[in-house]
Every structure is written in structure tokens, then in C-alpha cells.
């Protein structure tokens, strides 16, 4: 509910910000600019910067993939619209809530694909 909500985020709001501060004190103690500065250090990216910069580039190849890809989805939820119940109650179909996108990735796995993702669990259980 939504008070449950409230009342979460206010008890884990100031806890995640004392990490955050722990974080930042600890690596400075050690003699980095920030924490994201000491983790980056051993890693292949090295920096924060660079970590950003290879993020950035990564959003501007797939971007228009991404993009294309939600199309598809919306176009099979507006299919499912004009069958189906939520039409009747004029729910919205020209935009994907984020429950759609993860409902309509696995059907078109599953119709499109040939993806059979409980079969693939148990190879891969966690």
C-alpha cells in the first residue's frame, strides 16, 4: 500500500545516505576522490569517467534498437486492445506501462522466438 511505501522510504532514505557517506569517507581515507574512483581502480574501465563514457556510447548504438523494439511491443499490445477487456474500460493503448514491456517481451519470446523460458530455468536455476 501506498502508506507501506511511505513509510519505506522514509526509514531506508537516511540508511542509504549513511552507506553513501561511509562509502565516500572510507574511500577518501584510502586516498581516492570517490568511492566510485576506488572500485573503477582494478576494473578494465579504470575510471568513473570512463565507465560514464562507455555507457553513453553503448546508449547511442542501441538506442535506436531500443527504440524500435518498444514499437514492436506496442503494436502487439495494441492488438491485444482491440479485443480485449480493457477496451471496453478505455484503458490507454498508446503507451507501454512498465508491466507491459517485460508481458510482452515474454510473449513475443515465446510466439516469435521459439524462447520457452521455463524450459530454460531448468538449466540455468539460480
Do not use: I
Not at 507501506?4 to 562509502?23: A, G, I, M, S, Y
Not at 577518501?28 to 563514457?53: D, F, R
Not at 506496442?74 to 482491440?82: A, E, G, S
Amino acid at each position: 500500500t501506498r502508506h507501506c511505501q511511505k513509510k519505506c522510504h522514509d526509514e531506508n532514505t537516511p540508511r542509504f545516505l549513511e552507506v553513501l557517506k561511509l562509502r565516500h569517507e572510507c574511500a577518501t581515507l584510502l586516498g581516492y576522490q570517490s568511492h566510485g574512483h576506488y572500485m573503477c581502480e582494478t576494473k578494465m574501465v579504470e575510471t568513473p569517467e570512463k565507465a560514464e563514457e562507455f555507457l553513453l556510447e553503448l546508449l547511442e548504438v542501441y538506442r535506436p534498437k531500443c527504440l524500435e523494439e518498444l514499437d514492436l511491443l506496442l503494436d502487439m499490445k495494441r492488438k491485444d486492445f482491440v479485443d480485449s477487456a480493457a477496451n471496453a474500460k478505455n484503458e490507454d493503448d498508446s503507451k507501454l506501462d512498465p508491466w507491459d514491456v517485460s508481458y510482452y517481451t515474454q510473449l513475443y519470446k515465446s510466439k516469435y522466438a521459439g524462447v520457452d523460458e521455463a524450459a530454460l530455468r531448468e538449466f540455468f536455476p539460480l
